[in-house]
């Protein structure tokens, strides 16, 4: 299973994810996992974040009803994972589950 | 990366004053004569004056506290001039006044004389050494306050509500700062716990907050979680303000989206 794989199974609600290139903005791959409306929007915005800001390790978005996780791979920082979940209340397990599937990839 | 602001020229010249130094920067007119001055004292900034700012800081204290009255002011700046006392400590040790309402009452004056001298069309600023004058640390401020304090003066309403909305959300031991979503200027006009900060490190915060904030506005997002070297910054806009609430040391991220859920949470 790949890692996007991986992300969207075991983080609760997950939505969709997505692999970013920030140097291009490119969406290297990514997961849907329903048809929320609000996923490929939500995506986008993901993508301007990570690439607007000066490299932040990971950024936390909340909205009413979405958390969206964007995580950056440590050796290889120019890619930023996002995850995008419905809000529950343990955001905390969300954001360290995430970053934890990421650091078991390095290699 | 401070933005384009009328300001610029004195943040200049206030890196160029040595650290911990006291003296003056001082600006003149065409004739020769004084425009005003930005008293600094080890590196704080103790007083402004401009020959355009009327106000005194007998008035501002009887803005501040309306049980005073001017006359029960003069006695004791005439007092202290007869026996060379310093005016705030013995405003605040005779209980005349408290030392909170005399800290805002200098720092308002502070900060309007010193955008009066901003906008003289005076000579540019002039570092003057001296060896202090002597005022207590308590009465003197940081670069940060009275740079915020003077953009506060610029947008006064607009202030008073990102000032309020801090205190609201800014806990005990934390940090936060607003700013004007369309200002030239990326320096807050209002902060909490944010005084010692570098204006510059201040500064480059709340360009990448407002860069954040106009991004994910287009998605309703209601608060932004991010870290920037060891602090987590949560970031959120109002309509005219965009907010910074800073949170250092150990767990910061996590202790800081648990305080955004609360913030954020939908009942």
């Known amino acids: 299973m790949n890692l996007l794989a991986r ?101 | 990366m401070i933005g384009a602001a009328p300001d610029v020229s004195v943040i200049r010249a206030l890196e160029r004053v040595p650290p911990n130094s006291s003296g003056a920067l001082v600006r003149e007119r065409t004739g020769g004569t004084i425009a005003g001055a930005l008293l600094v004292e080890r590196g704080r900034v103790c007083w402004a004056m401009s020959q355009r700012y009327a106000l005194r800081l007998t008035d501002l204290l009887v803005a501040e506290q309306a049980s005073l009255s001017h006359r029960e002011l003069e006695e004791v700046v005439a007092m202290c001039r007869r026996d060379r006392l310093p005016l705030g400590e013995t405003l605040v040790t005779r209980g005349v006044v408290s030392l909170p309402v005399l800290q805002r009452a200098l720092l308002r004056h502070t900060c309007e004389a010193f955008m009066c001298l901003l906008r003289d069309d005076a000579s540019p600023w002039t570092w003057l050494a001296h060896s202090g004058y002597g005022y207590s640390p308590m009465l003197t401020f940081s670069v940060t306050e009275v740079f915020t304090g003077a953009h506060a003066v610029e947008r006064p309403a607009l202030a008073a509500l990102a000032q309020a909305r801090l205190r609201e959300v800014v806990h005990a031991e934390q940090r936060g700062f607003a700013v004007a979503r369309h200002s030239r200027s990326w ?65 910061a991220f996590n202790r800081l989206l648990a305080h955004a859920a609360m913030m954020t949470t939908h009942t």
């Not at chain 2, 959120?236 to 800073?246: G, Q």
Request: with cysteine; net charge negative.
């Open chain 2, 187 to 251: 320096i807050p006009i209002a902060q909490i716990g944010c005084e010692d900060m570098d204006l510059a490190v201040l500064g480059d915060l709340a360009a990448q907050a407002v860069e954040i904030a106009t991004v994910t506005a287009t998605v309703a997002i209601e608060i932004t979680l991010v870290e920037f070297d060891g602090t987590a910054c949560g970031i959120w806009s109002d309509d005219d303000t965009v907010f910074v609430l800073l949170y250092d040391g150990e767990l």
């Open chain 1, 7 to 107: 992300i969207a199974s075991e983080l609760p609600g997950c939505v969709a994810t997505a692999a970013i290139d920030t140097r291009t903005g490119a969406v290297l791959s990514q997961h849907i996992e329903s048809d929320d409306p609000f996923a490929a929007q939500a995506l986008a915005v993901a993508i301007e974040a990570a690439r607007a800001c000066e490299r932040p390790p990971r950024m936390v978005m909340l909205s009413e009803r979405h958390i969206q996780i964007l995580q950056r791979r440590k050796h290889e920082p120019h890619c930023v994972f996002v995850a995008l979940c419905a809000r529950s209340p343990n955001l905390g397990f969300a954001v360290a589950l995430m970053s934890s599937l990421i650091a078991a990839e390095a290699p």
